[in-house]
């Protein structure tokens, strides 16, 4: 979607990675932005706003995450507004009970803004829930 320019054609499209947690992001979009810069092919689509696939994957990509502790390590280069925090419930490897107990622990070292975004925010805005 982002090398075939989707999200250029339609940037306000929103589209979600959920279930894959979020450590393999960070080097995903090392990877896109390598690729499309030193990888340059005449036959790819080349795109027509001057952004990096990184771009149109903060503007237009959410990821749902349950426990990635490394992930929100590294949300500065993800992105805090691309994160919703999850429990899963009620499948077998839910949080539930103990949901607020880990979703504190593993945002720890985040900032109260962050915290809110990630724990609900960013899905509100995202779905509209407002």
């Known amino acids: 979607m982002i090398f075939s320019g989707v999200f250029e054609r339609y940037p306000k499209l929103q589209v979600g990675t959920v279930e894959h947690e979020l450590s393999w992001i960070p ?7 390598y690729t499309y810069t030193q990888r340059v092919q005449q036959e ?5 706003e ?3 696939p990184s771009d149109y ?15 929100i390590r590294d949300r500065h280069i993800i992105g805090v507004d691309n994160l919703l925090w999850g429990s899963d419930y009620p499948h077998v490897e839910s949080t539930f009970p103990r949901s ?12 109260e803004e962050e915290k809110a975004k990630i724990a609900g925010g960013n899905a509100a805005r995202i779905y509209h829930l407002n």
Do not use: S
Not at 27 to 33: K, M, P, W
């Open 27 to 33: 080097h995903f979009l090392n990877r896109i932005d």
């Open 100 to 111: 607020r107990q880990i979703i504190e622990e593993v945002l720890r070292d985040c900032t």
């Open 57 to 71: 994957f903060h503007r237009n990509v959410f990821a749902g995450f349950q426990e990635d502790a490394m992930g």
């Open 44 to 48: 790819r689509y080349r795109f027509k």
């Open 50 to 52: 001057a952004m990096l």
